[in-house]
């Protein structure tokens, strides 16, 4: 009889470890699933945040890029007629905008002398009729520039002959608010014959961008085509380049950020930062009409609370897996003794 239950005893233990064993492997495999599906869940949470949001930028510098190329559409309809005619005509439309519009500065027109008057034969010398907000106020003013020559910020533009979204550069009457600027050529049967653009005030999209928190401790900025904080919560960031400051320089290195900004791409990737604490950046571009030179709004989210879920539905596996083994044991030593008991 003795032998007969060290029989069955070894084969209740050799159930019980391979039960054991299946029971480990199964919570372990659980446990790391349900971690790396929390893990996927998140980036892709952040990613969709981070699209959504540079969407949003998107579409208000888009309807602003609209009100630059209409202006550069309608002076068509009007550039027949004289000079008073046609300023006085853009004067209360200029005035309209920037009524309606509080994020615009300045809206401005540059006409070719050589497509206004006959007799004007060089190939520079415009026209130029400004409406801007100063004190309060808003004001006009019209002058002929260029009569010399182009300078090359203008000479530029008319050469390229696109739509543009200017780098962000402060502003000398609004106290030194961050400031971009969009235009729209003007071509008829192909020639160039002007240009029309806006100044627009970029510190509204701080609030914005500061409100992007999809994770604890996440943070979101809004970069220019060359990399120029638009966006940070460190407010001494803005206006300043990335690759001024060291950590971002090195990701900016490592990561290709630029370059991908240009080629329009959305990317991510993990990296640590400058505390070692890990974090993971989705970048969106904003790309704004046709002028091929995207900007980006991105997310930052530390790992650490990207997975705080994932770990916290890790440890309860855990605790339950070790809980049901030693729950186990108790049931199999209660067994081994009523087995005693039956064989005494």
């Known amino acids: ?74 002076f068509l309809e009007y550039h027949s007629l004289t000079r008073e005619q046609r300023k006085s005509i853009f004067s209360q439309m200029y005035l309209r905008v920037l009524e309606r519009n509080p994020q615009i500065d300045a809206i401005w027109g540059s006409w070719e002398l050589s497509n206004l008057d006959p007799t004007w034969t060089k190939p520079y010398g415009r026209e130029f009729f400004l409406c801007w907000r100063e004190d309060g106020e808003i004001k006009t003013k019209a002058e002929l520039r260029s ?10 533009m008319k050469a390229a002959g696109l739509e543009n979204i200017a780098e962000p550069y402060l502003s000398t009457l609004q106290k030194g608010g961050l400031m971009t600027t969009l235009v729209s050529p003007m071509f008829e049967k192909g020639k160039y014959i002007g240009l029309i653009g806006i100044d627009l005030l970029l ?45 971002s320089k090195k990701l900016n290195e490592k990561f290709k950020i630029l370059d991908k900004i240009h080629k329009g791409e959305s990317f991510s990737f993990t990296a640590k930062n400058e505390n070692g604490e890990e974090y993971y950046y989705s970048f969106s571009t904003i790309q704004v009409g046709q002028t091929g030179t995207p900007w980006a709004l991105a997310i930052a989210v530390p790992m650490k609370a990207m997975l705080s879920q994932a770990n916290h539905a890790y440890n309860i596996s855990i605790i339950t897996g070790i809980i049901g083994l030693l729950r186990s044991e108790e049931h199999t030593s209660e067994l081994q003794s009523l087995v005693k008991i039956s064989y005494a």
């Not at 019980?16 to 699933?33: K, W």
């Not at 009569?147 to 530029?156: C, I, M």
């Open 203 to 247: 510190t509204r999209f701080q609030e914005y961008v500061n409100q992007i928190k999809p994770f604890e401790s996440s943070y979101a900025f809004m970069i220019s085509a060359s990399g120029m904080y638009v966006a940070y919560p460190d407010t001494s960031h803005i206006g300043k380049n990335l690759n001024e400051f060291d950590f």
């Open 1 to 74: 009889m003795v032998f007969k239950l060290k029989i069955r005893q070894k084969i209740q233990l050799f159930i019980l470890s391979t039960a054991i064993i299946i029971f480990i492997v199964t919570i372990g495999y659980i446990s790391i699933s349900a971690r790396q599906m929390a893990t996927s869940s998140a980036t892709k949470l952040t990613d969709a945040r981070a699209e959504e949001s540079a969407l949003n930028i998107e579409g208000k510098l888009n309807s602003e890029m609209s009100i630059v190329r209409t202006f550069s559409q309608a």
């Open 147 to 156: 009569l010399t020559g182009d300078p090359p910020h203008y000479a530029a």
